[in-house]
């Protein structure tokens, strides 16, 4: 099966290429950016050795739908998608923050609260809850967006706006539209018979100094959701909850020993392994869409991608 790991376009009026765990974004003439959705898989920050069929596809269509489902509330940097793996949008210059917001005692905050930390970016967590468990109000807890794309590490408000990262009256903006963003999100999943437990956001300001939201949204990758049907009863019984999202993938690596920290070795993954994850992760788009999976021509997708993206940039130039 043909996968996309790693492209090297050259599109017209293509200035530079920034590349990170799994999109890679092309600056074209300054105006435009072209995002290319790869096929690889990271976890705890790791990118894997083999690339997982059609999920660079899954996680583009996905955002797609959900930036245009949200852009009566939040502005966004979505043009078109010229190709299954491809976004156009208007360049922005991101903020080096993730808006996480989370619903639920989930995933790394579950982790941390396990571990007895009551404080998650400066954001108290009330005492006496258990894994998965829903919030008295969504919390705010971001992240910084290192520059190689790879190491983010959470940080309170304070300190976001104290070093200067991001300022005050911007990210009064940024807290903003996150809580529209995940009401709406939270809404959207409803309607599937599913909850949002947490989402990440990234925003960025455009030459106009205008702020919008960038990247994917509300897709497997970005976002953990639960099936809503028999959420309480399993909660009563302390059953783990029925999940969409990658956090299989991290439990299936931390049952075989890795969580990302120096010294471990990634497990190897069979053919099965990553069929597995693909099967998954057409599941995935299935559930959150509630639309039938096309799987893409992948005979030679980086011939594909070339000639949509060159064909659309002509026409929109």
């Not at 990118?47 to 509330?73: V, Y």
């Not at 990440?200 to 106009?208: A, C, L, M, R, V």
Request: glycine residues 6%; charged residues 30%; aromatic residues 10%.
């Amino acid at each position: 099966m043909n996968t996309i790991n790693d492209t090297n376009f050259n599109f017209p009026g293509q200035k530079n290429v920034y590349k990170g765990k799994v999109r890679e974004v092309y600056n074209i003439s300054d105006k435009y950016l072209v995002m290319i959705a790869s096929d690889r898989l990271s976890a705890f920050d790791v990118i894997m050795p083999r690339q997982i069929p059609f999920k660079g596809q899954i996680l583009n269509q996905i955002a797609s739908n959900m930036l245009e489902s949200t852009k009566d509330l939040v502005p966004n940097w979505l043009i078109a998608c010229p190709d299954p793996n491809v976004a156009v949008g208007h360049l922005a210059k991101p903020f080096k923050v993730e808006m996480v917001i989370r619903g639920y005692l989930s995933g790394h905050a579950w982790r941390e609260y396990r571990d007895g930390k009551r404080t998650l970016c400066g954001v108290a967590m009330p005492d006496g809850m258990k894994e998965n468990d829903k919030f008295p109000e969504p919390i705010i807890t971001p992240s910084t967006k290192a520059d190689d794309g790879l190491h983010d590490e959470d940080i309170s408000r304070e300190d976001i706006i104290a070093q200067g990262i991001v300022s005050e009256e911007d990210y009064l903006v940024l807290e903003d539209f996150t809580r529209k963003l995940f009401q709406r999100g939270t809404e959207l999943a409803a309607r599937r018979d599913l909850i949002l437990v947490d989402t990440k956001y990234e925003f960025g300001k455009t030459n106009e100094g205008k702020i919008v939201l960038i990247d994917e949204i509300h897709t497997p990758d970005s976002s953990r959701y639960f099936y809503a049907d028999g959420y309480q009863d399993r909660q009563e019984k302390g059953e783990s909850q029925k999940q969409l999202s990658k956090e299989f993938v991290r439990q299936w690596l931390i049952s075989n020993g890795f969580q990302g920290l120096e010294g471990q070795v990634i497990p190897e993954m069979s053919d099965e392994k990553i069929n597995e994850i693909s099967d998954r992760y057409i599941e995935l788009y299935e559930n959150i869409t509630g639309d039938s999976f096309e799987k893409a021509n992948t005979d030679d997708i980086l011939k594909r991608i070339e000639e949509n993206v060159n064909s659309f940039l002509n026409n929109l130039q």
